[in-house]
């Protein structure tokens, strides 16, 4: 069974350009959730979606934004982007309701310059 | 509201000596508590994990937790260190039944060294 799978793995972007991150969970989970990692702020929740739907929010401007396909895979976009968006941006998903445990993908590494 | 304190950001173990990384959470409601591992440029790997029921908890590569209520402790525990054992850890809670809905709250991480 193939796990978490987060495209690329590393992306160099310039100030003020925009980025899409994408995610495709496990077979048959149904909610993925979106983490920031940096070494200053450690492991920052994002958001989660389920059925295509945001479910919770963390506490990250507006130019954070993802979304939801039917298929389940997810993708995250970074509009104007800053140089304290370089961080590494972990994917994980769950089979959903019920279901405790999270499978993180290998993440992405963002740096911005 | 849940968080995660891991005391401790560094920790240092000679090769077959006994590991413990220290957790302790807040949470307003039953806690779901999680151990992480994760390796360099990789993602995390989930250890062990605690929801209901027995209390000790055995995990993947030899370790193990113990979930305390009154010491609102989750405390890692692995009898023998192993040089592959060297990664940083990172405890987490979360709730799952309150409106954060599977959202985990992650302590600050431990980075564990083993000395041959």
């Known amino acids: 069974k193939a796990g978490v799978t987060q495209t690329p793995r590393y992306l160099i972007k310039t100030r003020g350009q925009q980025v899409t991150l994408s995610c495709s969970p496990i077979?048959?989970?149904?909610?993925v959730s979106w983490y920031q990692q940096t070494p200053g702020q450690g492991l920052q929740f994002l958001f989660e979606y389920f059925s295509e739907t945001q479910r919770n929010k963390g506490n990250f401007p507006g130019r954070f934004s993802g979304r939801q396909f039917s298929n389940s895979r997810s993708e995250m976009n970074v509009s104007t982007l800053e140089l304290g968006d370089s961080a590494l941006y972990l994917c994980?998903?769950?089979?959903?309701?019920?279901?405790?445990?999270?499978?993180f993908g290998q993440g992405t590494r963002l740096t911005v310059v | 509201a849940q968080s995660v304190t891991q005391l401790g950001s560094h920790v240092s173990v000679s090769e077959g000596a006994l590991v413990l990384l220290r957790c302790n959470y807040s949470?307003?409601?039953?806690?779901?508590l999680f151990w992480y591992v994760q390796y360099p440029n990789q993602g995390l790997q989930l250890l062990l994990k605690y929801t209901t029921g027995a209390t000790l908890v055995k995990g993947i590569n030899g370790f193990e937790a113990e979930f305390k209520k009154s010491e609102t402790s989750f405390h890692l525990t692995k009898p023998s260190a192993h040089m592959s054992d060297a990664a940083e850890y990172f405890c987490?809670?979360?709730?799952?039944?309150?409106?954060?809905?599977?959202?985990?709250?992650f302590g600050r991480g431990t980075q564990l060294t083993v000395w041959p």
């Open positions: 077979s048959g989970h149904r909610s």
């Open positions: 949470s307003s409601v039953p806690p779901y």
């Open positions: 994980a998903s769950r089979g959903g309701e019920g279901n405790t445990e999270a499978f």
């Open positions: 987490a809670v979360s709730d799952f039944g309150g409106s954060t809905l599977g959202r985990l709250y």
